[in-house]
């Protein structure tokens, strides 16, 4: 699974600190969407299992239509220290980019790696490497 958490963690998001590299972003066709109960409940499970807590209500959610460019490559998902939780549009429901980017919500910036590696829920490998393939072909 090591691999597959480094693939993650480099095209998955853009988080506090890798943000401040970057000098532009651009989620096109960024809206705002109400969470899912899925959203919250994968919320809960990286409270528990972190045991750091925060008010779920108060982060505010968008998709993008396509991936999210930044002068640093395309990502999957961006959290800001506003509290705001962009994702890529088709991938609104992928469990471990959702648990990845409450986990900065919840730290407030960086997720402690140990933290990553015992709470990011496992992803099977075939659902990965899909995805990858997806962004390969994308022009
Ligand atoms: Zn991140």
Known sequence: MKPLLIILALL??????AISQFHSVNAYGQQAVYPSPMHEALFRM???????????????????DSLIETDGGRVWGIWTPE?????????WFLPGLVAHEVMHDLYDGPIPQEVERRCTPQISGTTMLRILGQIESDP
């Open 83 to 91: 509290r705001r939780i962009v994702l890529d549009g088709s991938l």
């Open 46 to 64: 990286m409270e528990e299992c972190t045991g750091e807590q925060r008010d779920f209500e108060g982060i505010r959610w968008f998709v993008a």
């Open 12 to 17: 998955g998001c853009a988080s506090v600190s």
